[in-house]
């Protein structure tokens, strides 16, 4: 009997890029040498830092279990939030699926879930497939609730200037990113949540930055959180290793989320800020609208936002 395993996997928005994180040098008082990625305490004296390139974890992964003739496939979701797959064949001979292929799958919070189970058609004939799945964070059926209403990610004793807005010709050109903002505020600056939610991932160790798209594109430290309605908050261009918060912590509005910073691509140090759904499996940027001392109101370029 032959049997052939191919497997093509699509990566949508979430690779597995390379990062990098700080590590930690130093003798303790009895001569130990330690090595650690975890920033040792104020009185620990002669820290050595090095930043070090890792390698990022996939968002999702594939495991499969059971004989070659009936085997199951379980997706291990690591996110704090749900992720939709699509999977379907690349080809196929002789083999069957429940459910039938192609289909859509979406995987809950910090889950493992056994989506399909693949096995031979006719017995004692020869059977051969390969499949390929896709996926997006997220949850394909949200919608946006129009009435939701956004505070500043920032403390509202500040004041900065919006210097790209909904449809900036910079770079919020593509679906993603057309209703962001970038909100110019220096370095160390706390970032706060702008609504309820639960973290659906962290990336806190990206460094440097500049107009390289190819060098930097993905390379923006950023918070991923997902509200009640299923809309995904992103909070990116965040300083190195600043995350105040975990997968799956559950935050409220004016929390702190991290620092800014001045990461991956950008011209200078700010805050990108957008609120995006998984839409069939395309990921898009929503309109949304601040809570202002004055009302709501919907950010534009050059204007002064904060301040009471």
Sequence with gaps: MLKHLCFFILCAVVCGNADAKHMYQYTDAHGVVHFTDVKPGDDVTGVKSTVVRTDAQPLIRLRQDGADADRSMTFVNSAGGPVSVDVSFAQSLNVSTEPPLPARFVLPANSESRV????????????????????????????????????????????????????????????????????????????????????????????????????????????????????????????????????????????????????????????????????????????FQFVGAAGDFTPEQGMLVGGR
């Design 116 to 287: 399909l189970r693949v096995f031979a058609g006719a017995p004692n004939v020869s059977f051969s497939y390969s499949f390929k799945y896709s996926y997006m964070p997220g949850d394909y059926r949200a919608q946006h609730d129009d009435a939701a209403r956004y505070q500043l990610p920032f403390s509202t004793r500040q004041q900065f200037v919006v210097a790209q807005a909904f449809g900036g010709k910079a770079s919020h050109t593509d679906a993603q990113n057309h209703y962001a903002v970038d909100i110019v505020m220096p370095v160390g600056t706390p970032v706060l949540a702008a609504r309820d939610g639960v973290v659906m991932t962290v990336d806190s160790d990206f460094y440097g930055t500049g107009l390289d798209m190819a060098k930097y594109g993905d390379r923006a430290n950023n918070i991923r959180i997902v509200h009640s309605d299923g809309t995904m908050a992103v909070y990116a261009h965040l300083q190195l290793e600043s995350a105040q918060v975990q997968v799956g912590s559950h935050v409220h509005a004016g929390q702190e989320l991290a620092l800014s910073g001045d990461t991956g691509y950008s011209s200078g140090p700010h805050l990108h800020f957008c609120v995006q759904v998984n839409s069939r499996m395309d990921l898009i940027s929503v309109p």
